[in-house]
């Protein structure tokens, strides 16, 4: 194994980890190809000492494109809900940290071209993410807080293309069942050392229940140039604007049987419950190898304007205005120590968010009295500081230590119900240590010990059953530690694989008390997770690969002082067990043909355990054919959503105040695409 610099694009430290190729990369490839390649630094992928996958272009850019969960069902130790809910947004949890989000995502970090969509006071959306932009999409599993600060589920990188050496221009549509239409536009190209991509992507989908519409646009420029020293220099600019996201609601189990799988809830109906968001994202970076030393630096501007209806009068209006900016920078230096390979990496980095948050009564989706009125500021420090070392060639150990400081302030401009302002402060050490043995190229294991902290949200500060008061409750940071240990490796050329074990205990845990009228309400809890994952990838035969994923898991609560009776019990909203299978077929013709299976066992939808949500198979299928002519390629599919037609929920509303637990997934439904893209020479 080495450990050495080269001048590819890269991120920080952190997503090193999370740019292995393992689980993705060609099974046919030699074991010498097998290297971290897409961060800055290089690294044989076999002695990480963590749990990392990767997904490909092809795997997210060949289906109906609707949510990542489409393509991330690969990955063991994920668990989606919400994908046809565009106001709740995709409910994405790793090792059941995030499955508590009401809305948007939680206790997960999120990079897209190693600039935070994760905002200070730890919440993600991704409104302005075009899936058909992705090139490759990185996840690493598990506590990372010792490399990312507050991220106890771990990490999602995300990277979008960049311009091609040969220009070119793509556009294609998407159209379906329920009112789905998608259209896009990209190209880009290179002129001597500046590279641009640009590309545009608007969809209108009806939504398969009432009251479910969507219509968003997403706008995207990226573009780089290389500087006569060497030196690589990069500007983003995003756009999104998503005028309409309708809420159909939770059914309780008896509208479902009386009403249809296609309702929609009235009280959703009669408040007008649905979002309206714009955004929009500035983004710079700059990064220099010069031997045995890398630098970089970052910087970045976010706006982000919401406003949204819940189901409820009083409060039920909500505004905010968002300015989320920051910055950081990182040195790392791979000089061998004592004649072994090693490297050191530290870094720093800063964010800052301001809210403008109004509340007003909700008068059947017209705003009325102004109920609430508050600045909502959080600000972040950390520094960072990795070591790298071969103790020999078959044995590598890695350790991190980070240091966070992160301060929330609340400046409440209404006053009718007494001053809330207020502020509150965090301090937190997290180190990580992991190691890794080589036995063989087919058996490498692995083991580490990290821990991880997670501060609430801003609303999750809020108090119970009280929507018109600001402030902080008493809801304390969670914070985890744990180990973790494993295999993974290459088998005769042909296949890799992972196996990991994990166990975890959670102080603190952020988690769901209340969900009423669209609004969550959380307490304090501490819980114990562990679970088992395993993933392959096979070649079978010729363009024929096979991928599995498998992931058992046994989480629950250990202590809740304020609700002594549900301790024992599952954590509601994950399966024990999920399981994931996919073929995928690749003719030299261009034929090429994916068939995927996932199966998810039994879940609860609350605290209780005493509502029990059935297991479900979902199967899908997609079958196209790239045609080309001269420098142009042509590519129609047609695909297959629930292909054997389950009964099923999308998502589950954990611990919903009247039992509206369920919102039902699309029956068997069908899409058609068409992609042309054009090629000037090469």
Same mark, same amino acid.
């Given at each position: 194994?080495?450990?050495?610099?080269?001048?590819?694009?890269?991120?920080?430290?952190?997503?090193?980890?999370?740019?292995?190729?393992?689980?993705?990369? =060609?099974?046919?490839?030699?074991?010498?190809?097998?290297?971290?390649?897409?961060?800055?630094?290089?690294?044989?992928?076999?002695?990480?000492?963590?749990?990392?996958?990767?997904?490909?272009?092809?795997?997210?850019?060949?289906?109906?494109?609707?949510?990542?969960?489409?393509?991330?069902?690969?990955?063991?130790?994920?668990?989606?809900?919400?994908?046809?809910?565009?106001?709740?947004?995709?409910?994405?949890?790793?090792?059941?940290?995030?499955?508590?989000?009401?809305?948007?995502?939680?206790?997960?970090?999120?990079?897209?071209?190693?600039?935070?969509?994760?905002?200070?006071?730890? /919440?993600?959306?991704?409104?302005?993410?075009?899936?058909?932009?992705?090139?490759?999409?990185?996840?690493?599993? =598990?506590?990372?807080?010792?490399?990312?600060?507050?991220?106890?589920?771990?990490?999602?990188?995300?990277?979008? /293309?960049? =311009?091609?050496?040969?220009?070119?221009?793509?556009?294609?549509?998407?159209?379906?069942?329920?009112?789905?239409?998608?259209?896009?536009?990209?190209?880009?190209?290179?002129?001597?050392?500046?590279?641009?991509?640009?590309?545009?992507?608007?969809?209108?989908?009806?939504?398969?229940?009432?009251?479910?519409?969507?219509?968003?646009?997403?706008?995207?420029?990226?573009?780089?140039?290389?500087?006569?020293?060497?030196?690589?220099?990069?500007?983003?600019?995003?756009?999104?604007?998503?005028?309409?996201?309708?809420?159909?609601?939770?059914?309780?189990?008896?509208?479902?049987?009386?009403?249809?799988?296609?309702?929609?809830?009235?009280?959703?109906?009669?408040?007008?419950?649905?979002?309206?968001?714009?955004?929009?994202?500035?983004?710079?970076?700059?990064?220099?190898?010069?031997?045995?030393?890398?630098?970089?630096?970052?910087?970045?501007?976010?706006?982000?304007?919401?406003?949204?209806?819940?189901?409820?009068?009083?409060?039920?209006?909500?505004?905010?205005?968002?300015?989320?900016?920051?910055?950081?920078? /990182?040195? #790392?230096?791979?000089?061998?120590?004592?004649?072994?390979?090693?490297?050191?990496?530290? @870094?720093?980095?800063?964010?800052?968010?301001?809210?403008?948050?109004?509340?007003?009564?909700?008068?059947?989706?017209?705003?009325?009295?102004? =109920?609430?009125?508050?600045?909502?500021?959080?600000?972040?420090?950390?520094?960072?500081?990795?070591?790298?070392?071969?103790?020999?060639?078959?044995?590598?150990?890695?350790?991190?230590?980070?240091?966070?400081?992160?301060?929330?302030?609340?400046?409440?401009?209404?006053?009718?119900?007494?001053? /809330?302002?207020?502020?509150? @402060?965090?301090?937190?050490?997290?180190?990580?240590?992991?190691?890794?043995?080589?036995?063989?190229?087919?058996?490498?294991?692995?083991?580490?010990?990290?821990?991880?902290?997670?501060?609430?949200?801003?609303?999750?500060?809020?108090?119970?059953?009280?929507?018109?008061?600001?402030?902080?409750?008493?809801?304390?940071?969670?914070?985890?530690?744990?180990?973790?240990?494993?295999?993974? @490796?290459?088998?005769?050329?042909?296949?890799?694989?992972?196996?990991?074990?994990?166990?975890?205990?959670?102080?603190?845990?952020?988690?769901?008390?209340?969900?009423?009228?669209?609004?969550?309400?959380?307490?304090?809890?501490?819980?114990?997770?562990?679970?088992?994952?395993?993933?392959?990838?096979?070649?079978?035969?010729?363009?024929?690969?096979?991928?599995?994923?498998?992931?058992?898991?046994?989480? #629950?609560?250990?202590?809740?002082?304020?609700?002594?009776?549900?301790?024992?019990?599952?954590?509601?909203?994950?399966?024990?067990?999920?399981?994931?299978?996919?073929?995928?077929?690749?003719?030299?013709? @261009?034929?090429?043909?994916?068939?995927?299976?996932?199966?998810? #066992?039994?879940?609860?939808?609350? &605290?209780?355990? #005493?509502?029990?949500?059935?297991?479900?198979?979902?199967?899908?299928?997609?079958?196209?054919?790239?045609?080309?002519?001269?420098?142009?390629?042509?590519?129609?599919?047609?695909?297959?959503?629930?292909?054997?037609?389950?009964?099923? &929920?999308?998502?589950?509303?954990?611990?919903?105040?009247?039992?509206?637990?369920?919102?039902?997934?699309?029956?068997?439904?069908?899409?058609?695409?068409?992609?042309?893209?054009?090629?000037?020479?090469?």
């Amino acid at each position: 194994m080495s450990i050495g610099v080269v001048p590819a694009a890269g991120r920080r430290v952190g997503v090193v980890l999370a740019g292995v190729t393992l689980l993705t990369s =060609g099974a046919a490839q030699a074991l010498e190809e097998l290297t971290v390649s897409a961060t800055r630094v290089e690294r044989n992928l076999l002695s990480l000492p963590v749990s990392v996958s990767t997904v490909e272009a092809d795997d997210i850019q060949r289906r109906a494109m609707l949510g990542l969960d489409e393509s991330l069902l690969r990955v063991p130790g994920m668990f989606f809900q919400g994908r046809y809910n565009s106001s709740q947004d995709l409910r994405i949890s790793i090792r059941g940290f995030g499955a508590r989000a009401n809305f948007g995502i939680r206790g997960i970090k999120v990079y897209v071209d190693g600039l935070p969509s994760t905002v200070a006071d730890g /919440q993600t959306s991704l409104d302005d993410l075009d899936l058909s932009n992705i090139a490759r999409i990185e996840v690493l599993r =598990g506590p990372a807080a010792a490399l990312y600060g507050a991220s106890a589920g771990g990490v999602i990188n995300i990277q979008t /293309q960049s =311009g091609p050496d040969v220009p070119f221009v793509e556009a294609g549509t998407i159209f379906g069942q329920y009112g789905l239409d998608r259209y896009l536009v990209k190209g880009g190209g290179r002129v001597g050392a500046f590279n641009y991509y640009l590309n545009g992507n608007y969809l209108d989908y009806d939504g398969y229940r009432d009251n479910a519409k969507t219509r968003q646009g997403i706008v995207n420029g990226k573009f780089g140039y290389t500087f006569a020293d060497g030196s690589q220099g990069q500007l983003i600019l995003r756009g999104a604007n998503a005028p309409t996201a309708q809420d159909p609601g939770g059914l309780a189990a008896a509208d479902v049987r009386d009403l249809g799988r296609r309702a929609s809830r009235q009280r959703n109906i009669d408040f007008h419950a649905g979002e309206d968001v714009q955004e929009q994202k500035v983004g710079l970076s700059w990064r220099k190898t010069m031997g045995v030393h890398s630098l970089e630096f970052r910087n970045y501007y976010n706006w982000r304007d919401f406003d949204g209806f819940l189901p409820a009068d009083v409060g039920g209006a909500v505004t905010f205005r968002r300015f989320f900016y920051g910055g950081g920078g /990182q040195y #790392s230096n791979s000089t061998a120590l004592f004649g072994h390979a090693n490297r050191v990496t530290i @870094g720093f980095e800063a964010d800052t968010m301001t809210d403008d948050r109004k509340r007003y009564t909700n008068l059947g989706g017209v705003r009325g009295a102004l =109920g609430f009125d508050q600045d909502e500021n959080a600000d972040t420090v950390g520094v960072y500081l990795q070591e790298e070392f071969n103790v020999t060639e078959k044995l590598a150990v890695q350790a991190g230590l980070r240091y966070d400081h992160i301060r929330f302030s609340v400046d409440d401009r209404f006053l009718g119900n007494g001053n /809330q302002s207020s502020s509150l @402060g965090f301090d937190e050490v997290n180190p990580m240590l992991g190691a890794s043995y080589s036995f063989t190229p087919a058996v490498n294991f692995y083991v580490n010990y990290a821990t991880a902290f997670e501060t609430p949200t801003f609303t999750e500060f809020a108090r119970q059953a009280d929507l018109q008061t600001g402030g902080f409750a008493n809801v304390a940071p969670q914070r985890t530690r744990g180990y973790e240990l494993g295999f993974k @490796g290459l088998v005769m050329n042909r296949f890799t694989y992972q196996l990991a074990f994990f166990d975890m205990d959670i102080e603190d845990e952020v988690t769901t008390v209340e969900n009423k009228n669209g609004r969550a309400f959380f307490n304090n809890a501490d819980t114990e997770r562990r679970g088992l994952e395993a993933s392959i990838t096979a070649d079978l035969y010729a363009g024929l690969r096979f991928t599995g994923a498998y992931t058992f898991s046994d989480f #629950s609560f250990d202590r809740f002082a304020k609700f002594p009776n549900i301790e024992g019990n599952t954590l509601p909203g994950l399966p024990s067990q999920n399981f994931y299978m996919e073929l995928a077929y690749q003719h030299d013709a @261009g034929w090429f043909a994916k068939f995927d299976l996932n199966h998810v #066992s039994s879940l609860y939808a609350d &605290n209780a355990n #005493s509502v029990k949500v059935p297991d479900y198979n979902v199967a899908n299928l997609v079958i196209g054919r790239d045609v080309r002519v001269g420098t142009t390629m042509v590519t129609p599919s047609f695909g297959v959503n629930n292909l054997f037609d389950a009964d099923y &929920n999308q998502n589950i509303r954990i611990q919903e105040a009247n039992q509206r637990y369920f919102e039902p997934a699309p029956d068997l439904n069908v899409f058609g695409a068409v992609r042309i893209r054009h090629d000037f020479g090469g």
